[in-house]
């Protein structure tokens, strides 16, 4: 089977950096993504990595290791509309490479 | 360029109503899918399309059918309602199979009473 953990809450203040961990069980990896989803809203997609190391997007970073199955999101200097959840989610080779799992999401808060 | 919309946002079934979910795309995208999401939990894959004409199961897909007649349209439909399909439902596109970014509509409320 697939299973992605997450923690539940993370907690920071306006600009503090924050790191969600994500580690996960699959078939035939393809790649890690992440999605943010605001209370109400629809997910939107934030970062991939398919090889191991770091990748940049402005405030937020995305890191991968393939070989502990572990991946994280790197929020830097928190503003409060990052307040939302936080997905992780795998692409595994089955349902011919289609099939999306994501992780139960954390919810980060950011406090003034 | 409205991306992705779904229709309807808000919808209250009683127990062995009928009913369909519409999601359009309007960025000529060929992978389309549907997923639920329950109350603080992640989004599980429900259907998904690789191409107009073509629908597959996903990981939870008792209950529902589908169909994509024209390439900017995947349908949802839910033949018997049944109070555990009460769940929040999210349409999603993508430009191919290999592109991990997924573009979602605004979701659908369903409540089934």
């Known amino acids: 089977g697939q299973s992605l953990e997450q923690p539940s809450e993370v907690t920071a203040v306006e600009g503090a950096i924050v790191q969600i961990n994500c580690t996960y069980q699959?078939?035939?990896?393809?790649?890690l993504s992440w999605y943010q989803q605001h209370d109400g809203g629809a997910p939107t997609f934030l970062s991939y990595n398919a090889l191991d190391g770091l990748e940049e997007t402005g405030r937020f970073s995305s890191f991968l290791s393939r070989s502990d199955s572990y991946g994280y999101l790197l929020l830097q200097e928190l503003q409060m509309k990052d307040s939302a959840s936080y997905f992780c989610?795998?692409?595994?080779?089955?349902?011919?490479?289609?099939?999306?799992?994501f992780g139960p999401g954390t919810r980060l808060s950011v406090l003034p | 360029n409205a991306g992705v919309t779904q229709t309807p946002k808000f919808r209250v079934l009683k127990t062995g109503q009928s009913m369909t979910l519409l999601c359009a795309q309007d960025m000529n995208h060929e992978y389309m899918y549907w997923y639920r999401q329950d109350p603080g939990m992640g989004l599980r894959l429900i259907h998904y399309?690789?191409?107009?004409?073509?629908?597959a199961k996903g990981e939870v897909p008792d209950g529902y059918n589908v169909s994509r007649l024209k390439k900017q349209n995947f349908l949802l439909g839910l033949e018997s309602a049944a109070p555990s399909q009460t769940s929040v439902y999210f349409c999603?596109?993508?430009?191919?199979?290999?592109?991990?970014?997924?573009?979602f509509g605004p979701g659908t409320r369903l409540l089934v009473l």
């Open positions: 999603a596109s993508s430009e191919s199979g290999t592109q991990e970014t997924q573009y």
């Open positions: 989610a795998v692409r595994s080779e089955e349902n011919y490479g289609q099939n999306f799992v």
């Open positions: 699959t078939s035939g990896f393809y790649g």
């Open positions: 399309s690789v191409g107009e004409g073509t629908t």
